[in-house]
């Protein structure tokens, strides 16, 4: 079965810093997905950047980036410039449906 | 603006009561998703319908019933909870239900059991 492992808790930066979040997985897969979600506090969830394994290209979204590294199995996501908006709970996902346990970022000011 | 629709916001409800969330999307998808999340923990993947057949049960019990009664509406019904059934209910929707969608998400129904 495939594991998601966020191991921070929550983190703390200060407005215009850049942070990274970590994210770990596990699969025996060779082509999959991985997704960053953000949940801002009473907000909905929505997609922050999609990865694709096949894709060594870092994918990036304004100022959204991730560090990929597929062997080992290593999503990380970085916020540059980070705005009070930034605030919420981070989930990283694996794409048959596996969230790990989120990363709260608190932002600053 | 939230794509995918969620009623009620807030629901509170006695053990004996039977009651429904709803959930629809406009969007065209043909993958949508029931997820329980608790507080500061990760959405739990409860159901996936797929084309308006139930793809996806995570061994969830029976209290708990979905319907799909067409490709824009989800209805979870529910029956005889428990207090530990309180969370919040998390609808989700995909163009399908392959592994490179993405899924957006309603803002939630907030499901308290007296």
């Known amino acids: 079965a495939q594991t998601v492992t966020q191991s921070q808790p929550e983190m703390s930066v200060q407005e215009a810093e850049t942070v990274t979040l970590s994210c770990t997985y596990d699969?025996?897969?060779?082509?999959?997905?991985l997704f960053w979600y953000k949940q801002p506090p009473s907000r909905q969830m929505i997609l922050v950047i999609r990865?694709?394994?096949?894709?060594?290209q870092n994918a990036t979204e304004n100022r959204f980036s991730v560090n990929f590294q597929k062997a080992a199995k290593s999503f990380s996501l970085k916020i540059s410039d980070s705005q009070l908006g930034d605030a919420a709970m981070y989930f990283c996902a694996y794409h048959k449906l596996v969230f790990g346990a989120g990363t709260i970022l608190r932002v600053k000011s | 603006d939230t794509e995918v629709t969620q009623t009620p916001k807030h629901l509170v409800m006695g053990m004996t009561n039977k009651k429904s969330l709803k959930c629809e999307q406009h969007?065209?998808?043909?993958?949508m998703y029931w997820y329980k999340q608790k507080a500061k923990k990760p959405p739990e993947l409860m159901f996936v319908?797929?084309?308006?057949?139930?793809?996806i049960n995570e061994s969830v019990p029976s209290r708990f019933s979905p319907e799909c009664p067409n490709s824009s509406l989800l209805n979870l019904h529910l029956h005889a909870l428990q207090p530990e059934d309180s969370a919040l209910y998390l609808c989700?929707?995909?163009?399908?239900?392959?592994?490179?969608?993405?899924?957006?998400f309603g803002d939630g129904t907030r499901l308290s059991i007296l």
């Open positions: 990865q694709e394994a096949y894709k060594q």
């Open positions: 969007m065209g998808h043909r993958a």
């Open positions: 319908y797929s084309y308006e057949k139930l793809s």
């Open positions: 989700a929707s995909s163009q399908r239900q392959s592994s490179n969608q993405p899924q957006h």
């Open positions: 699969t025996s897969e060779s082509d999959y997905y």
